[in-house]
């Protein structure tokens, strides 16, 4: 909007934030395509975080080069400037005017105008030095927060690593470079079981899209339509409220893409070892006088075999991000369809306990499944949010979504691949066609606002939520007995089975509650104190699926706080702290126990944390020690059902980001894990270590720029699991793997056309391995993977 004939432009990104507070004062990810000036300055502010003044009449007619790579906001700005006349004034360290060559000296001063600087639709942190990791992300409640100012371990990859990585999944691409994360299936296989600081998370139950819990697809999520993957670690019940399988080690929020400034029309090419094609189109434009209005659309389609031998699949997406922003006000829409089909599906072995022993693990080529078995997801989720700043000190956002899925479906067959002995043997169980719902809707409100008492900052969040979820199944008839061996397969033909029957519902959960919380800043922001409460019910109801007779209910509530500070005695350094808990819906005790019936309120997991951060501009790390017991519940020696066990989880997290030297970026850590069984009712598996977890998981990447040749990166990866318990009584052990990854990268221009050529060998060195996931199940790892792709800008 001009209210002066020659208008200055402030362009900032995370104006909310206080972008110059965020933005980092060393190297920066930059990444702008030839455009107009004025258009090209708006990138690079955006991207960095910096504050850029300028008059408009002067970037008239004026366009910018192609520039990308590691470096200072100044040095990009010059190299923007080229040509044009124009000088760079610095300001202070993260704020500069751009001026006519004359006025380099800052002698001429610029004229007083009213300035209009909307925040983005998803208004998000600035990436960090290097571009993988972002500054910071959403912490519940709390709205987006910088890492520094945090009193938990965050990480916030962001969509360039995405893309410069080729990830299938979510899951898959968080385990790659988060060692807190952990995986089960993944590429290869019909589901994800995923988990942090060794306690499990359900994909679609557990993973949060734009703040709202249970709207990600439910067994496994494609990455094309996430500009962040946020990992949370620890219980966030206080922070984001109760998630519907009740998580404890943490949460993954996927923040969703909405359009850029600058407008982007992207294709990706792409094959996928044996014979999987695949294409990816990324489009965004923004429309107005102040581009308020933003479009962005994202279709991915893939078919082929995979590299596991009889297995083949056809997977589609389709997203669209839609935005309005203002002075004010912003307001978002978002809808996602995602299917899958996949032949030969699972990958991985049940009922390990009673074999009495986990044989190694075959090659990764080798399909534990028939080849006919089919599975088919069908996932579609919209949400709607808006928000709506009142005054600078007061903002208020409301947040709804629904989502359903639908997996295996009438005509999909398949079962349960259980392991017989030693030899390798298993037998495939429960062959049949099943067809499985879930429908969930979730809403949010909230206020966010700021004050002072005398020397102390107040910066409040009131917020009230709500999810409700049904879940229905219908089973046709099943076969078994189907004996094979996973070193030497064995091919049945396809079974005779009645089909599915539409889904009948089995239960529905809703899950209202309402927290408050305030974070208390003294001493010029050198101390930062968060103390929330949060009020959760849960309401449970099961039907009998056929009659749709109420079979059982739940209604119980809990309250869970949070307490965490944040103390910074140098600029570059944060001490932290925390208690934190996590909620899991309690159980009734059995018909058989002597106080059967009797219904226990939701289930407390407790979290003490203390780390220390440290950012050095251009490369950060985090290091943190935590505790966390959750109770679980058993008959005892007196025949009373009551909380008689916990696990308890003692970790040393250490992890890093960022830009060691010019062209150099490393992205990792480890996580050393002690999760031991406490407090067992009869004394039986007391100290033993919990299934599935590993004392030792580490993760490496690296990146490393061509001198020589400019575009040219050599990229290096590896992930390392420590051995781990398939059975509770830790008789039985997996053996520790190391995967390792390595790929090429090539930024050129075709046709004045900016391109980038990709190739990733995934387990370069045909590592075979089990991941175990905390159920005891074991999946076989993917085999040695070749992927290439090629990405045009048009």
Do not use: C
Not at 564 to 587: C, I, T
């Amino acid at each position: 909007m001009k209210k002066l004939k020659t208008r200055l432009t402030i362009l900032a990104a995370g104006i909310a934030l206080s972008a110059a507070a965020l933005a980092q004062t060393g190297p920066v990810a930059v990444d702008i395509a030839p455009q107009p000036l004025h258009q090209a300055l708006n990138a690079l502010a955006r991207q960095t975080g910096a504050q850029i003044l300028f008059v408009s009449d002067i970037t008239t007619g004026k366009s910018a080069p192609a520039v990308k790579g590691s470096m200072t906001v100044r040095e990009a700005l010059a190299q923007l400037l080229q040509g044009s006349s124009l000088k760079v004034r610095a300001i202070d360290e993260r704020s500069f005017s751009v001026v006519r060559d004359g006025d380099a000296s800052g002698e001429n001063v610029l004229p007083q105008v009213d300035v209009t600087a909307p925040a983005t639709a998803n208004d998000l942190p600035p990436a960090y030095a290097g571009g993988q990791v972002a500054r910071g992300g959403r912490v519940g409640l709390l709205g987006n927060q910088d890492f520094m100012d945090t009193p938990l371990s965050i990480a916030s990859y962001t969509a360039q690593t995405i893309e410069d990585q080729q990830p299938r999944t979510v899951g898959e691409f968080l385990a790659r470079n988060d060692p807190s994360v952990r995986i089960g299936g993944g590429d290869t296989s019909s589901t994800e079981s995923t988990q942090i600081r060794g306690f499990s998370l359900t994909s679609g139950s557990d993973y949060v899209l734009n703040g709202l819990p249970g709207l990600v697809a439910q067994y496994r999520s494609s990455t094309e339509f996430v500009e962040r993957a946020e990992v949370l670690k620890g219980p966030s019940a206080m922070l984001s409220g109760m998630m519907p399988s009740g998580s404890t080690g943490g949460a993954i929020n996927l923040q969703t893409k909405h359009a850029h400034d600058e407008p982007l029309t992207r294709l990706t090419t792409s094959y996928l070892a044996d014979s999987r094609l695949g294409l990816h189109a990324d489009i965004g434009r923004r429309f107005g006088a102040d581009k308020e209005w933003g479009i962005r659309f994202n279709g991915a389609w893939r078919k082929g075999d995979t590299a596991r031998n009889g297995q083949d699949e056809h997977r589609w997406l389709a997203s669209l991000g839609l935005d309005y922003r203002s002075d004010r006000l912003r307001v978002s829409l978002d809808a996602i369809d995602q299917h899958t089909r996949q032949h030969g599906a699972r990958g991985g072995l049940n009922n390990i306990a009673a074999a009495g022993a986990l044989p190694a693990a075959p090659n990764g080529k080798h399909n534990l499944d028939q080849p006919w078995a089919v599975l088919r997801n069908s996932d579609k989720t919209i949400m709607a949010r808006a928000e709506y700043d009142f005054s600078h000190d007061l903002t208020a956002w409301f947040s709804i979504g629904r989502a359903k899925g639908i997996y295996s479906g009438k005509d999909a067959i398949g079962g349960n691949v259980s392991l017989l002995n030693a030899d390798g043997d298993t037998r495939l169980d429960r062959v049949g066609r099943a067809e499985f719902f879930l429908e969930t809707v979730a809403a949010d409100a909230g206020l966010r606002g700021q004050f002072q008492t005398g020397r102390i900052g107040h910066n409040w969040s009131l917020n009230a939520s709500s999810l409700k979820r049904d879940t229905g199944w219908g089973f046709g008839s099943a076969v078994g007995g189907m004996v094979s061996n996973i070193y030497h397969p064995i091919h049945y033909p396809v079974p005779t089975v009645s089909p599915a029957p539409a889904p009948g519902k089995t239960s529905d959960v809703e899950l209202p509650s309402i927290a408050l919380a305030d974070t208390l800043s003294f001493a010029d922001d050198r101390v930062l104190l968060t103390l929330g409460v949060r009020r959760q019910s849960v309401k449970t109801r099961n039907y009998n699926s056929t009659t749709g007779a109420q079979t059982s209910s739940y209604d119980e509530s809990a309250t869970t706080p949070f307490a965490g500070v944040v103390v910074k005695p140098w600029k570059d350094v944060s001490l932290y702290a925390n208690y934190v808990e996590g909620l899991s819906q309690g159980q009734a005790a059995p018909d058989t126990a002597s106080n059967a019936g009797e219904v226990f309120p939701p289930y407390k997991a407790k979290q003490y944390e203390v780390g220390v951060k440290y950012d050095l501009g251009n490369f950060a790390t985090t290091v943190s020690l935590f505790q966390i017991n959750r109770p679980s519940a058993a008959l005892g020696a007196d025949n009373i059902f009551a909380i008689n066990g916990e696990q308890r989880n003692r970790g040393l997290e250490i992890s890093a980001f960022g830009e060691v030297t010019r062209g150099t970026r490393l992205l990792g850590g480890v996580t050393l894990l002690n999760a031991e069984l406490t407090e067992t009712p009869t004394g039986a598996n007391e100290g033993n270590r919990a299934i599935g977890t590993s004392k030792v998981s580490a993760n490496l990447g690296a990146e490393w720029d061509f001198p020589s040749l400019p575009g040219l990166t050599l990229t290096a990866g590896a992930v390392h699991t420590s051995s781990s318990f398939v059975d509770i009584a830790n008789k039985i052990r997996a053996p520790g793997w190391t995967r390792t990854d390595l790929g090429l990268r090539y930024h050129t221009r075709l046709g004045g056309k900016t391109a980038v050529f990709r190739a990733t060998l995934e387990n370069a060195f045909d590592k075979a391995y089990w991941a175990i996931n905390t159920s005891g199940n074991a999946d076989l790892g993917t085999p040695r993977t070749f992927l290439l792709s090629a990405t045009v800008d048009f």
